[in-house]
């Protein structure tokens, strides 16, 4: 133990004595030198007990290591001074009264020793401040994992042993004030000094020795004779020195002066350093080396003194120019319309249960006015989401969104935000297409995935790998279209993962990044569209992102973008309008794929003349794009690449290979018309199609040609009623309305213009199948998103027969209830019901439907009322109050309900009490009057927030119960117990007497005990003429609690059925209420068992009134 004592004092006080980043340093040193393992390393670093941190330090040199090897070593390198260079006139110590700049060698011993040196401590200092200057800035730490090396028990033991030691403190005493300091201090004196600047002291020829603070002397610098010692004087520094005045220099050793440090208050001597100098915990780096601000101070010192060099070390060349050079891949801006920037709203998403009895999870629909927008864009929110990870783990985080909603333009961005400095939490960023991963082999490493695999191949060193892998805290990768890959459940589910070291398959590689086995601690960022098994493998990522996709403002600005960046401003404004007339195509274009194709298809019809017009349907969209390109190229050479397009579809692939295509004639034309392409990071033989919508137009158009699909199993892939054996997984989801477009459009203008009038030879008789199978269709029995993909596929066949079936079968009440509700959903859902006939009730909760959609939806006469979040319905009023469409607004009002309403969550009661808020103000204004039907015919209220939330929520609706004059069931009971207690009846029974039209009242599962039920007592003959049913089961009511009941029950003449059972009233209490409902000859039910009756009680009374319930 007296070894780990001589230990610990000098590891003690070389914490005390050092700046974080210094202690960071020693750290690092030791791992250097293998007595730390790399986790325990880590685990000191963020230490944040000093103490703690100098024991730990201490048993690990006690266990493995030298104190001279690492620690005094550290201290040496620690306080050494660098090369100063020497201004003009500085010249070596003489003697003479110039000050002088001494060049200290390596300081051996220990602190004590260093103290009782002949060094010039004050020369000392400038070197020390100058370190620790340097020391304050930000460092990298190695966070990769390994073993523990320290045996916990034995460090528990050892810490239980040195618990009240003693020796600690004395030994600290010892050196910070030596035996060989006088104990009278009587011949101390002040150093003289004037008002003029100090920048030397003269002191006496000898030995001097200087003293760490003293707190009991007076602030300044004392001069203390040193008889009896073997110095000529001692040196007692104690509280800040101003600048001091200069002095007449008599002769003898001339030093710096001691300024204060501007960061540092209270004493600057490096061998006393203040509270503020003490490090709590070494300071984690968490800025990046990019904006690192190399801190320059210059300290007061003599005119001739030299500066002293602080910067940081510096990267390894290598790794210096592979990090420009990715800089250099990631900052080019792309080209064409494909550099059109438009920011669109990043919004946090989430996952939910599909259904209360399933346990899989799909992406939650929050309504238009819940969307939590990812504040600052993509840079603040990958900020936002790395200060909340937890340390050294990998975060994975996810950007969902449909196809054509911009996910791998997004990454681009990520990427380029990086190369331009604002994504300073990284280091590097790698950016990998998730096609390049499929391809076969087991001579993969981690380099490949890293250098090999993105936009550009790139050329690093093994220095740069090894210098990569140990900050993984500092990368990204970011892995797009993560759909692509197979089983993309597999890598977070698999046992197995490879080494850091052994080659392995691509997907291997995957694996091991995602079960935390390579690169632990990194930053996974993935897009993806939110589908199948997909959902449930993201369940446990650490943040969830979703694409919003253009608004019809952003839409519009994009057309402008487009045709200013295309060199034709003079069409801008023809564009808009033609855009314009075509509503079902500017719904559309909040997917900006789409909006892209709508511009390429408007310039080329500007471009033959004024009579232009775009198409109504998406299938005519695009064969306008293909058409030119298909009458131009090889024969057969578009159903040749149609056929292609489908078989990739079926295996979950966008990209081919060269060799792929049936000649290289077909291959040379559809890479010119831009048909195909080489996707960024593929190599020079695989392709990939330009968009997924037109790889779905492509796999539609076969499937309308081909003659191998039988005329039977062509119904499947409309996929509107899925079989339960072989299911079509409509991996291409934009198949089934191409296919019902192609095969009904006449044929001149669509298969026709494509192909040629030959090649339709199949087209009829598929023509006839597809017919017969959507004419017996039933649209009512289908579920919400079954009849949304109906309804589009009616549209697109432009078919007057098949259309007027859909829409007349369409149920006069319509709910979407958690079905999403995109602008073109909106656009279709609204034309049809226009076209039914007839009035319909819907039903948009849970839609994320866009306030546009909603307003137009609403505002169709055929719609009598209408149901939607209502949050989203009162920012539609206040939106239509503020343009002043009063019409409209009218017909809002008129329409909306909210019968009947269930309060699930403390956001629904405040909502509530929104709307009734909205109505007292409209009630209270000169220009409208009388009441929000919505709240004025309300007549059933549930509330079901649970124990948590129920007592804090439940004041806030019974402030506004008030103000539902038609209100008959109030249901406050819950699965889980809402738990409103005794107050919360006694708040409720203060409103019965305005509740006059209350017929139930459940107050079940409550918590209600003896005290509630006087309460409620006491406002029951309020309710004595509409109350018919009470439910008070399953509480807490004893004896007294009976009485109070018993003793209203033959006021309440129109109650017919009241339950308390399951409550902790004896015999006593059942037998008062028994003889009062004797009294009762109206009550029809009293439902009475529980527990703490006598059954043989509960038998009698039931035998001498049959009324008396034991079920």
């Given amino acids: 133990m007296n070894n780990f004592q001589a230990i610990l004092t000098q590891v003690r006080i070389l914490l005390s004595s050092h700046q974080?980043?210094?202690?960071?340093?020693?750290?690092?040193?030791?791992?250097?030198?293998?007595?730390?393992?790399?986790?325990?390393?880590?685990?000191?670093?963020?230490?944040?007990?000093?103490?703690?941190?100098?024991?730990?330090?201490?048993?690990?040199?006690?266990?493995?290591?030298?104190?001279?090897?690492?620690?005094?070593?550290?201290?040496?390198?620690?306080?050494?001074?660098?090369?100063?260079?020497?201004?003009?006139?500085?010249?070596?110590?003489?003697?003479?009264?110039?000050?002088?700049?001494?060049?200290?060698?390596?300081?051996?011993?220990s602190y004590l020793e260093l103290l009782n040196s002949d060094a010039d401590p004050l020369c000392l200092y400038h070197i020390y401040d100058q370190m620790d200057l340097a020391g304050e800035e930000e460092i990298e730490l190695y966070s990769e994992p390994d073993t523990d090396t320290i045996n916990c028990d034995q460090f528990s033991r050892l810490l239980c042993d040195m618990e009240g030691d003693e020796e600690t403190r004395?030994?600290?005493?010892?050196?910070?004030?030596?035996?060989?300091?006088?104990?009278?201090?009587?011949?101390?004196?002040?150093?003289?000094?004037?008002?003029?600047?100090?920048?030397?002291?003269?002191?006496?020829?000898?030995?001097?020795?200087?003293?760490?603070?003293?707190?009991?002397?007076?602030?300044?610098?004392?001069?203390?004779?040193?008889?009896?010692?073997?110095?000529?004087?001692?040196?007692?520094?104690?509280?800040?020195?101003?600048?001091?005045?200069?002095?007449?220099?008599?002769?003898?050793?001339?030093?710096?002066?001691?300024?204060?440090?501007?960061?540092?208050?209270?004493?600057?001597?490096?061998?006393?350093?203040?509270?503020?100098?003490?490090?709590?915990?070494?300071e984690p780096a968490l800025i990046s080396r990019a904006n690192v601000t190399e801190h320059k101070t210059s300290p007061t010192q003599c005119q001739a003194a030299g500066e002293v060099s602080n910067k940081l070390p510096k990267w390894p060349e290598s790794v210096e120019q592979f990090y420009r050079s990715l800089q250099d891949t990631y900052r080019a801006e792309p080209t064409g319309p494909d550099g059109i920037l438009m920011e669109v709203d990043l919004v946090q998403a989430r996952l939910e249960r599909s259904s209360s009895k399933s346990l899989e999870?799909?992406?939650?629909?929050?309504?238009?006015?819940?969307?939590?927008?990812?504040?600052?864009?993509?840079?603040?929110?990958?900020?936002?989401?790395?200060?909340?990870?937890?340390?050294?783990?990998?975060?994975?985080?996810?950007?969902?969104?449909?196809?054509?909603?911009?996910?791998?333009?997004?990454?681009?961005?990520?990427?380029?935000?990086?190369?331009?400095?604002?994504?300073?939490?990284?280091?590097?960023?790698?950016?990998?297409?998730?096609h390049c991963l499929n391809r076969p082999g087991?001579?993969?490493?981690?380099?490949?995935?890293?250098?090999?695999?993105?936009?550009?191949?790139?050329?690093?060193?093994?220095?740069?790998?090894?210098?990569?892998?140990?900050?993984?805290?500092?990368?990204?990768?970011?892995?797009?279209?993560f759909e692509e890959l197979e089983a993309q459940d597999g890598f977070l589910h698999s046992t197995c993962g490879?080494?850091?070291?052994?080659?392995?398959?691509?997907?291997?590689?995957?694996?091991?990044?995602?079960?935390?086995?390579?690169?632990?601690?990194?930053?996974?960022?993935?897009?993806?569209?939110?589908?199948?098994?997909?959902?449930?493998?993201?369940?446990?990522?650490?943040?969830?992102?979703?694409?919003?996709?253009?608004?019809?403002?952003?839409?519009?600005?994009?057309?402008?973008?487009?045709?200013?960046?295309?060199?034709?401003?003079?069409?801008?404004?023809?564009?808009?309008?033609?855009?314009?007339?075509?509503?079902?195509?500017?719904?559309?274009?909040?997917?900006?794929?789409?909006?892209?194709?709508?511009?390429?298809?408007?310039?080329?019809?500007?471009?033959?003349?004024?009579?232009?017009?775009?198409?109504?349907?998406?299938?005519?969209?695009?064969?306008?794009?293909?058409?030119?390109?298909?009458?131009?190229?090889?024969?057969?050479?578009?159903?040749?690449?149609?056929?292609?397009?489908?078989?990739?579809?079926?295996?979950?692939?966008?990209?081919?290979?060269?060799?792929?295509?049936?000649?290289?004639d077909v291959r040379t034309w559809a890479m010119a018309k831009g048909l195909v392409q080489h996707p960024p990071g593929a190599t020079e033989s695989e392709l990939a199609f330009p968009s997924f919508l037109l790889q779905c137009f492509l796999g539609a158009l076969w499937l309308a040609l081909s003659g191998e699909i039988k005329d039977k199993e062509l119904p499947q892939y409309l996929a509107l009623t899925p079989r339960k054996k072989r299911p079509y997984d409509n991996w291409l989801e934009g198949v089934p309305r191409f296919l019902t477009g192609l095969i009904f459009q006449p044929r001149a203008r669509c298969l026709g213009a494509l192909v040629g009038p030959s090649a339709t030879a199949f087209a009829d008789r598929k023509q006839k199948v597809l017919a017969r199978y959507l004419k017996r269709l039933?649209?009512?029995?289908?579920?919400?998103?079954?009849?949304?993909?109906?309804?589009?596929?009616?549209?697109?066949?432009?078919?007057?027969?098949?259309?007027?079936?859909?829409?007349?079968?369409?149920?006069?009440?319509?709910?979407?209830?958690?079905?999403?509700?995109?602008?073109?959903?909106?656009?279709?859902?609204?034309?049809?019901?226009?076209?039914?006939?007839?009035?319909?009730?819907?039903?948009?909760?849970?839609?994320?439907?866009?306030?546009?959609?909603?307003?137009?939806?609403?505002?169709?006469?055929?719609?009598?009322?209408?149901?939607?979040?209502?949050?989203?319905?009162?920012?539609?009023?206040?939106?239509?109050?503020?343009?002043?469409?009063?019409?409209?607004?009218?017909?809002?009002?008129?329409?909306?309900?909210?019968?009947?309403?269930?309060?699930?969550?403390?956001?629904?009661?405040?909502?509530?009490?929104?709307?009734?808020?909205?109505?007292?103000?409209?009630?209270?204004?000169?220009?409208?009057?009388?009441?929000?039907?919505?709240?004025?015919?309300?007549k059933k209220l549930e509330f079901a927030l649970g124990p948590i939330s129920g007592p804090q929520a439940f004041p806030k609706l019974v402030r506004i119960l008030t103000a539902f004059s038609s209100l008959q069931h109030l249901d406050l009971d819950a699965l889980s117990e809402n738990k409103i207690g005794d107050e919360g009846v006694s708040q409720l029974s203060a409103t019965f007497p305005q509740l006059k039209s209350l017929e139930t009242l459940n107050l079940s599962q409550n918590s209600i005990t003896d005290l509630g039920a006087y309460k409620l007592a006491e406002g029951l003959p309020s309710l004595a003429a509409s109350l018919l049913r009470l439910s008070l089961y399953n509480n807490c009511i004893c004896d007294m609690g009976a009485e109070s009941l018993a003793r209203v029950l033959p006021d309440m003449v129109s109650l017919r059925?009241?339950?308390?059972?399951?409550?902790?009233?004896?015999?006593a209490g059942a037998q008062q209420l028994a003889a009062s409902l004797r009294k009762c000859p109206?009550?029809?039910t009293l439902a009475m068992w529980t527990p703490t009756i006598p059954f043989s009680v509960q038998e009698h009374l039931q035998q001498q009134d049959s009324r008396i319930s034991l079920r």
């Fill in 170 to 282: 004395e030994a600290y005493a010892n050196i910070a004030f030596p035996e060989e300091l006088p104990a009278d201090l009587k011949h101390w004196k002040p150093v003289p000094s004037s008002s003029s600047s100090l920048s030397c002291l003269n002191l006496p020829e000898g030995p001097i020795q200087f003293v760490p603070t003293v707190s009991t002397v007076p602030q300044g610098l004392w001069q203390i004779s040193g008889t009896g010692t073997g110095v000529s004087s001692i040196f007692i520094y104690h509280g800040e020195v101003p600048q001091a005045s200069q002095v007449p220099p008599p002769s003898g050793l001339t030093v710096h002066g001691l300024p204060t440090s501007p960061d540092r208050p209270g004493s600057t001597s490096p061998f006393a350093p203040s509270a503020t100098d003490l490090p709590s915990m070494p």
């Fill in 498 to 664: 490879p080494a850091l070291a052994e080659p392995c398959s691509l997907r291997g590689l995957l694996a091991g990044l995602f079960q935390k086995k390579l690169l632990r601690g990194c930053t996974l960022l993935l897009t993806a569209r939110p589908r199948g098994r997909l959902v449930q493998s993201l369940s446990k990522a650490d943040a969830l992102f979703e694409l919003s996709g253009f608004s019809m403002e952003q839409a519009q600005a994009y057309v402008m973008r487009y045709f200013e960046c295309s060199g034709m401003t003079e069409h801008q404004d023809r564009a808009l309008a033609l855009l314009r007339d075509r509503p079902f195509l500017l719904s559309h274009s909040h997917s900006p794929t789409l909006c892209q194709a709508v511009c390429q298809l408007s310039e080329a019809l500007l471009e033959l003349g004024e009579d232009a017009e775009l198409p109504s349907t998406l299938t005519g969209l695009y064969v306008g794009l293909l058409g030119r390109a298909a009458l131009n190229g090889p024969p057969g050479a578009l159903a040749e690449l149609a056929k292609l397009a489908w078989e990739l579809g079926r295996r979950h692939q966008s990209t081919l290979q060269e060799n792929q295509f049936p000649s290289a």
């Fill in 778 to 938: 039933q649209p009512g029995t289908l579920r919400a998103r079954q009849l949304l993909e109906l309804l589009h596929c009616a549209h697109e066949a432009e078919e007057a027969g098949i259309w007027q079936h859909v829409v007349q079968e369409l149920p006069a009440r319509l709910s979407f209830l958690g079905t999403r509700l995109t602008p073109p959903d909106a656009h279709v859902l609204g034309k049809a019901l226009e076209a039914a006939g007839q009035d319909f009730a819907l039903d948009l909760r849970n839609t994320g439907i866009d306030p546009s959609g909603l307003g137009s939806l609403v505002g169709l006469s055929c719609v009598t009322h209408f149901r939607a979040a209502l949050s989203d319905t009162v920012a539609l009023w206040e939106s239509l109050r503020q343009h002043g469409e009063t019409e409209l607004l009218q017909a809002a009002e008129e329409k909306f309900t909210i019968e009947p309403f269930k309060a699930k969550s403390l956001k629904d009661v405040e909502d509530l009490g929104k709307l009734v808020q909205t109505q007292r103000t409209r009630s209270s204004s000169e220009d409208t009057a009388g009441e929000l039907p919505a709240v004025r015919d309300l």
């Fill in 20 to 109: 974080p980043s210094q202690v960071q340093a020693l750290l690092d040193s030791l791992l250097k030198e293998e007595l730390l393992s790399r986790e325990y390393h880590c685990t000191l670093l963020h230490e944040p007990d000093s103490e703690a941190l100098a024991r730990k330090i201490s048993l690990t040199l006690l266990e493995k290591g030298d104190l001279d090897l690492a620690l005094l070593g550290w201290a040496q390198s620690g306080l050494q001074s660098p090369a100063a260079e020497r201004g003009p006139g500085h010249s070596d110590h003489d003697g003479s009264s110039q000050c002088a700049t001494m060049e200290l060698g390596p300081l051996e011993g």
């Fill in 1082 to 1084: 109206h009550v029809e």
């Fill in 1057 to 1067: 059925v009241m339950d308390v059972q399951y409550n902790k009233f004896t015999a």
């Fill in 361 to 434: 999870r799909e992406l939650a629909t929050p309504d238009w006015a819940e969307r939590q927008l990812a504040q600052g864009g993509l840079a603040e929110g990958l900020l936002a989401a790395k200060e909340h990870r937890r340390p050294r783990e990998t975060q994975v985080i996810a950007m969902l969104g449909k196809a054509g909603q911009g996910k791998s333009y997004w990454a681009g961005a990520v990427s380029r935000a990086w190369a331009c400095g604002r994504l300073p939490q990284y280091d590097f960023v790698f950016s990998v297409p998730c």
């Fill in 442 to 481: 087991d001579v993969y490493r981690l380099q490949d995935l890293l250098f090999s695999l993105g936009p550009r191949p790139l050329v690093a060193a093994d220095e740069v790998f090894s210098h990569i892998v140990k900050r993984p805290d500092r990368i990204l990768l970011i892995l797009d279209a």
